[in-house]
């Protein structure tokens, strides 16, 4: 079964440090997702992607933030200048359409020392 | 705003009862609504979703407008249960977004 795959696992970084987290999306699928969830707290939409370029973004997603499909397969979160409260689990998802199932990564545990 | 409300943080119960996960929304318009769940150690899945109107592993809910809920409930609670379950909510048909509810985590004592 075709699954959405999440590069590293977990990824410990000094604040000011720019991270890019790696995703593969399901091969078919069209619609691309980043979420988070710091620990304790609801997973919370950070951004959805269509089409080469942002659909929708939440107040998190500020300049920051960068997503980029660099190639045919892989989907990447940027986080330009880490700080200690980007410490949370991204997960990426994908679906075929906005109608359809989110299948979601495993996700990334990213911890900002 | 929309939002996605689940009262418990946790729910403790014993093999073969009956169970309840609670869910509210609000959203004035007609939203789609969800139910995820994460065994231990595993990836976020869809449990299933209002439209579909199917039971999965037993388990079942049914969207409730006057009452903006939409409860998840299982007759009979097996220990494989045990897992953190997420309503969601998805309103934007234009780009899938989903908003999740604080999550309760679902406990199957034998």
């Known amino acids: 079964e075709p699954e959405v795959t999440q590069t590293p696992s977990h990824q410990v970084t000094q604040m000011g440090q720019e991270v890019i987290l790696r995703c593969v999306p399901i091969s078919n699928h069209l619609y691309f997702y980043w979420y988070r969830q710091i620990l304790g707290q609801k997973v919370e939409f950070l951004v959805s992607f269509y089409n080469n370029e942002i659909s929708e973004k939440s107040e998190i997603f500020d300049d920051q933030f960068s997503v980029e499909r660099p190639d045919g397969s892989n989907f990447t979160l940027k986080i330009r200048s880490t700080k200690l409260e980007d410490s949370a689990m991204y997960f990426c998802a994908s679906s075929r359409d906005t109608m359809s199932e989110a299948f979601f990564g495993q996700g990334t545990r990213l911890t900002v020392v | 705003a929309q939002r996605v409300t689940q009262p418990e943080k946790l729910l403790s119960v014993f093999k073969g009862a009956p169970v309840e996960l609670k869910c509210n929304y609000s959203?004035?318009?007609?939203?789609?609504l969800f139910w995820y769940v994460q065994y231990s150690r595993q990836r976020l899945q869809l449990l299933l979703r209002h439209i579909s109107r199917e039971s999965i592993k037993g388990f079942t809910a049914d969207l409730n407008k006057g009452e903006t809920s939409f409860h998840l409930k299982k007759p009979f609670a097996q220990e494989e249960d045990s897992a953190m379950y997420y309503c969601?909510?998805?309103?934007?048909?234009?780009?899938?977004?989903?908003?999740f509810g604080q999550g309760t985590t679902l406990q199957v004592k034998p």
């Open positions: 959203y004035s318009g007609s939203p789609e």
């Open positions: 969601a909510l998805s309103f934007s048909s234009n780009t899938g977004k989903l908003i």
